[in-house]
């Protein structure tokens, strides 16, 4: 399905539109709705779900000028205003969660509560990361004798092939979002929030933990054997946690 939103041409799915008890799944980057089709095939068939494509991904257009998070917050909030959605369950993966974890900030009222799996929302290198690089400095050399993406591996920077291969306009909106960090605020949150993580995650290493800590009202689920890429390696492990959400948050 297609709509037009703040002059963006948007693509979005909505399974079960008669249902009034709604989710909203955002991508993340160098993703797009194709890949999570198969997670709304196994939720609950008395909730509406809807996916959409953020801008500059997919088949939606990209946004205006040199947007940032916010611009990517109102974009969807406009959208769900479009819809006229209320009290719904927002759910963002990785860079999505990072929007998601920001609408929730700026928006509480439209929402009945929110779900980040595995999400960019703290963008700093934490000490551990700090000590890797002190250290690589010094024992570099040796990286060259391990297996492709060691170096990366290592550093907790793995990205995966989808997440590398950026058009020029995404080259542009991830120079921004990359520096948008949400960690002051998470106090703020002021709607119940459950947290998916993978334990093998190398591309956000598990912050889960410390989000579960310092959001009020949150939960933590950890996916063990999962990478950043939950939705495709563990598809039904997924859904039914998020199922046990839905069951949890609509009562």
């Known amino acids: 399905m297609q709509t037009v939103v703040n002059g963006v041409l948007t693509n979005y799915s909505d ?12 991508h993340g980057w160098g993703s797009s709705i194709s890949y999570w089709i198969p997670l709304s095939n196994l939720l609950s068939p008395k909730i509406r779900t809807i996916l959409i ?5 997919g088949s939606t257009g990209p946004l205006p000028g ?10 969807v909030r406009s959208f769900t205003q479009k819809l006229n959605l209320k009290n719904f369950i927002l759910v963002g993966h990785s860079f999505g969660g990072q929007i998601t974890l920001d609408y ?3 928006y509480p009222e439209d929402l009945n509560s929110i779900v980040l799996i595995a999400p960019a929302a703290i963008r700093e290198r934490s000490k551990l990361v700090q000590t890797k690089i002190k250290l690589t400095k010094i024992i570099k050399p040796l990286f060259s004798l391990l297996p492709h993406n060691g170096f990366e591996k290592f550093l907790g920077w793995y990205t995966p092939k989808d997440y590398s291969n950026s058009n020029e306009y995404q080259k542009k909106v991830i120079g921004k979002i990359v520096v948008y960090n949400l960690k002051s605020y998470l106090g703020d949150v002021k709607v119940p929030t459950d947290i998916i993580w993978g334990s093998e995650d190398f591309v956000i290493p598990n912050m889960g933990k ?5 959001i009020p009202d ?6 063990y054997g999962a990478n950043h890429l939950i939705h495709l390696s563990h598809l039904r492990q997924l859904a039914d946690i998020i199922n046990q959400i839905i069951a949890k948050r609509y009562v």
Request: overall charge neutral.
């Open 104 to 106: 929730a900030l700026k």
């Open 218 to 223: 949150s939960h933590l689920y950890v996916i």
């Open 66 to 75: 040199q947007p940032d998070v916010p611009e990517y917050t109102n974009f």
């Open 53 to 57: 494509d953020l801008p500059g991904f």
């Open 210 to 214: 410390y989000l579960a800590e310092n």
């Open 15 to 26: 399974i079960n539109p008669k249902q009034k008890k709604t989710v909203v799944i955002l």
